[in-house]
């Protein structure tokens, strides 16, 4: 079996779709704006090195507020010091945009098609916000959906896609 270069080190590697899984208000988007800032200057996520060199981010932010969003990356490259430049490869949009534009996955990942490179990495927070009414904790709503999420490795070769879920509420 032909190894498969990794993008970070013991975690990920290139070509992956990865889902982080949690409860609400677990620290889930904190997590993914971290892998975005560690993939997009090329330094360690959690200890781990990033062995693929810096990458271009996609970060599809659906959930939180634009002023907070913004505050949490600001505070993110300061306390880790990252480089304008490297911050320059961090692409979002802001989340009445992001929103509006993904009002299913199929339009989401089309939307996306249209301004990935090759080797850009994506990460969408989060995914319920997709669903249409659909039952989150069902695998014929699922499933669809998250198939959707291949074409970004197929057709706009991704080096990868983290997707964040939440649990099921109450």
């Not at 505050?71 to 480089?83: F, N, Q």
């Not at 990935?116 to 994506?122: L, N, T, Y």
């Not at 995914?127 to 669809?144: C, V, W």
Request: glycine share 10%.
């Amino acid at each position: 079996i032909p190894e498969v270069p990794e993008l970070v080190r013991g975690l990920l590697r290139t070509g992956e779709k990865s889902v982080l899984y949690g409860a609400s208000k677990a620290g889930k988007s904190w997590v993914s704006m971290h892998l975005a800032a560690s993939l997009a200057a090329g330094v360690p996520f959690l200890g781990h090195e990033c062995v693929s060199g810096p990458v271009r981010v996609w970060y599809a932010n659906l959930e939180i507020a634009d002023p907070y969003f913004r505050r949490r990356m600001r505070a993110i490259w300061r306390a880790r010091g990252i480089t304008r430049e490297a911050q320059e490869r961090f692409m979002w949009e802001p989340r009445k945009d992001a929103v509006s534009t993904a009002g299913d996955a199929e339009s989401a990942v089309s939307d996306l098609l249209r301004r990935v490179r090759q080797g850009d990495f994506v990460i969408i927070d989060c995914i319920y916000q997709m669903l249409n009414g659909g039952d989150e904790n069902s695998a014929q709503t699922m499933q669809p959906m998250v198939r959707q999420f291949d074409r970004l490795l197929t057709e706009g070769g991704c080096s990868g896609v983290w997707l964040v879920h939440h649990q099921a509420k109450g």
